[in-house]
C-alpha cells in the first residue's frame, strides 16, 4: 500500500533530467545530519505545523499531510472509523467532484495514497516538482471541504469490507489480531486499525462526518513537503492554500492507559491449514521514553538479517522456516512482537523453547561489541537510503514527528551510539519477563495454510488502495544482444560489454552517499530442465550459502554488519541481483557479488535447509489465494511442455530429488558472464564503476555454447473457460482473468499500453475501479496489465471480491472491456493516461533502486539507453483510432481463461 500537450512535453524534460542530473555529492559521515539542506519548521497562525527539507538532486516533490488521529482514538462500537474517514477523503469536496483528486494527480504525473496506523493517518502525493501546488491545493481543500456522501460512504463501507476480508485470509494476520486482544486490555490498540466487521458494517453518516470535523483541523495536521523547490516559494504556496484555514477546537484526549500486565497471557488459534505459526508480544514503553534506543538495538541484534540470534537460534537450526518482528514505535506503551514460520512437522514446543532460551541468553549475557556496533552500521545505512528518496525521508520526517518530535530524526543515530552492552541487556531483563508477554499459537487444521509475506509496516498500517502490481512501461519482450560501449546523451549513464561478455550499465547519481545495484543471469526458472522444477530457484538461493573459503554465516556476517544488502532470487525469466550499500562499501559489496557468482560452493548441509524452508514456502502459497490464482492462470494458458506453464518456485514432488551435483551443473553452464547484466546507479562515476568491476568480474570465464531461451509461442485461445479452485478457511475471493496479448517489441505495443492503461492500469483512475469500487463497492482492487514476460505477454485482470459478488465482479470486468472495445476512449482519458505514463517513469527513477530498477529492464527487453526520451514521444504520438484499435486486437474478452479461487460455498 492519479494541461494537456504542455504536460508531455514537461514530461520530457524532467526524465531527461533524472537521467543526467551530475550533480557534486560528498560523502556525510552521518545522514540527515550531514546534508545541505536542513528540515525547517513552520507554523502557520491556524496551528498547522509545516516541515520541509529541500532535496534539490532529482525533479520531484511530496507532500505528506499527517494527522493525529488514528485507532488509537477510537472507541467500542466505532472501531477502524479513522480508515473509513481516510477512504472518504477520496471522494472529493465542496470544489471537487469524485474522481478529480484521481484525475488532477495524473495529469500531474504522479502518484497518491493514504493509510492508517495507530496514532496517525497520512495522505501522500509525489509528482514532478513543478505540480507542487496541485497537491497542495488538493490536502487543504479535503482539510476542512471533505464531502462525506451518504451514498459514496455506502459504496466505500463495501469497499472497506472487501480489504478487511481479504486480510482475514491471511492465517498470520488473523493470529496477529487475537494476539494484540489479548495482549491489550484496556487501550485502543488492542483492536486492528481496519476494524471490527461488525463496527464498519454499522458506520453511520453522521459518526463518520462528526469524526471528521473532530479531528481533521490545522491544528491537528502536519504537513511535510521534500524535494526539489525552493523553501520560501514553496511556504508561500502553503500559507496561499492552508493559511485561511480556521482554527479548530482541540480534540479530545485519549485516556485509557494500558495497566501491567502480572502474568503471561497465552491463546490458541485453529484454522484451515498445515504451517504453524507462533508469535510472541511484549509489552514496550513509549517512543519517547529513554529505553526505546537500547530496544532498538536489541531488536537488530535478534532478528535483523541471517547473522542474528533468533536466525542462527531457531531458521540455521531447522526449526523454523523464517523470523521477524515488528518494533512498535508509539505515542503510548506499545509493544514488540516476534513472528515465527514452523518448519514442517517441528512442534510449536520446540520452537517456543528455543525462542525462550535465546531471550534467556540475552537477558544472561551481555552481548558482543561486534553485535552493537552491527546494530548502529544498519541504522547508519537505512537513514541514508531513506536520505536519497524523498518519498522515504518525508515518510520517516513525518512518523518521527508525530511519535517522537522530528529533532529526533537528527539525533537518532547518536543516540543508539550511546547504547552499551549493558543497556540492552538492561532493558530485556526489564520488558522481555514471562510475565510481560502474550503467546499465540497459530495450529493448522488439515489443509495448507498461507503468510502475507508482507514487511513488517503492513503490520502498522492499512492502506486506502491496495498496491497495484509492479508493471512498468519499460518491461518489454527481446532478447539480449551484446554491443560495443555507448554512452547516453550527456554522458552520464554509460553501457559497456567487458570482453568476457558481461554487460555493465553505470549510472552516476550524487543523491545520497549509497550505491545501488540491479541486474540479473540468464539462468531463470524456463531453464529448469524436465522433472527438475525448482532447480533454478534453488540453486540461486545456494550461491548465497557458502563460497570457496567462506561459510554462509560468515558471508552473511560480512554483508550485514556494512548495513548493506543483496539477494539473488530467480524470477520466471532471470536471476534477478539486488544489492544496496553505502558508496564506501561499495567495492567490498562488489566482491561480495562476484563471490556468490563465480565461487559458490553448495555445501549439502545447506541444500538440506534450502529444500526444507522451499517445501514451507510451496505449502504457504498453495492455500494463498493471490499465488493460487496466479499458479493456476498460467498453468491453463501454457501447455504443459511450456517453461511457463509450470511454478517457477517448483513442485513438492520434485523437491527431495534434487543432488548438490544438479546445482553445481546447472550452475557451471549458466551462470557466465556473457548471460550477465548489473546495473550500478549511485554515488560513483561510470568510470569507477568500470574499474571495480573489471577488476572483480573481469576474469569470470563466458560460456563456451549459445543458451539463448527459446520457448513455443503462447497457444491463441479461440473462447472462454472457467476453472474453480475451493479454499476453506478464506473470507475473500481472488478471481484473475487472462488471455493473449502482444509483444514488446510490436508496433502496436503503446497503443495497447495506453488502452489498459486507461482500462485497468491506472489505479483508482482507471474504468475497472471506476465501476466495480468506486460505482458498486464490490473489491477493494481491481487491475489489468500485459503480464512483463520475454516474447508474447498475456493480458490479465486480478481482483478480489467477496464470494457472492464473484459472477458480478466478472460481469463487469467483461462489460467494461467491451465498452473499451466498441467505443474507444475519449481524448480527456487519453491525455490522463499519456500524461500519467511519462510521469510515473519520472517517479520511478526518483531514487538509485528506482533508476537502476528502470535501466536494467531497458537492457532486458532491449529498449535502449536513451528510452526516457524515446517512451514519452510514443506515448504522445498514440491517437484515440489506434488505441481503440489496439484493444480490439489485443483485448478479447470473449476469449479469456477465468480463475477463481473462493472459499466453499454451503
Known sequence: MRPRAAIAWVGFLVISRVLLFAVPGTAAADPVAGTDHEIRETILPNGLRVLTQEIPEAPVVTVWTWYRVGSRNERPGITGISHQVEHMMFKGTASLKPGDIDRLVQLAGGRHNAFTSYDYTAYHITLPSEHLETALRIEADRMLNGAMDPQELAREKGVVLSELQGRQNDPEELLENEVRSVAFLAHPYRWPV???????LAFTHEAVSEYYRTYYRPNNAVLVVVGDFQTDAALAMVRKHFGPLPTGPPPPPVISQEPPQKGERRLLLKEAGTTAQLQFLYHIPPARHPDFYALAVLDAILTEGKSSRLYRA???????????????????????????TARDGVPHEKIERAFTEAIGRLQAEPVTEFELQKAINQVRAELTFAQ???????????????????????????????????????????HFSPDNRTVGWFVPQGVPSSQSGQGPASRATVHRTPEPPQILGVEAGGAMQAIAPAASPGGRVVRTVLRNGLTLIAAESRVAPSVAIKGYVLAGPVQDPPGKSGLSYLTADLVTRGTLGHSAMALAERLEFLGASASIQAEHETVGITAQMLSEHF??????????????????????????QLRTVLNRESDDPRERAQRELFAQLYPPDHPLHRNPKGRLADLDGFTREDLVRFHERLYRPDRTVLVIAGDISPQQALASVERALGGWERSTENLLPTRPPLPALSNSARHTVHLPGKSEAIVMLGGNGITRDHPDYYAAFLANRILGGSGLGSRLMKALRERDGMTYGVYSYFHPVLGERPWVVSLQTGPASVERAIAGVLAEATRLCDA?????????AKAASIGSLVLSMEDQVGMAFVLRDTELF?????????????????????????????IRPDRLIHIVVTPPQP
Not at 824 to 832: F, H, I, K, M
Request: aromatic share 8%; no cysteine.
Open 314 to 340: 531457531l531458521v540455521d537450526t531447522e526449526l523454523a522456516a523464517s523470523q521477524s518482528s515488528y518494533l512498535s514505535r508509539r505515542l503510548d506503551a506499545g509493544w514488540i512482537t516476534f513472528y515465527i
Open 388 to 430: 536519497g528518496s524523498v518519498s522515504r525521508l518525508a515518510r520517516m520526517i513525518g512518523s518521527l514527528d508525530l511519535t517522537m518530535g522530528h529533532r529526533g530524526l537528527r539525533a537518532y543515530l547518536d543516540r543508539l551510539r550511546q547504547v552499551t552492552a549493558a543497556d540492552v541487556q538492561r532493558v530485556a531483563g526489564r
Open 824 to 832: 474507444g476512449v475519449t481524448a480527456e482519458e487519453l491525455d490522463e
Open 862 to 890: 532491449q529498449l535502449g539507453l536513451d528510452f526516457p526520451q524515446t517512451f514519452p514521444r510514443a506515448i504522445r504520438a498514440v491517437t484515440a483510432d489506434q488505441v481503440q484499435a489496439a484493444a480490439r486486437k489485443y
Open 194 to 200: 481496519i476494524g471490527w466487521k461488525t463496527d464498519v
Open 587 to 612: 567495492d567490498t559489496l562488489l566482491d561480495l557479488l562476484a563471490d556468490y557468482l563465480r565461487n559458490p560452493t553448495f555445501p549439502a548441509g545447506e541444500l538440506t535447509k534450502a529444500v526444507g
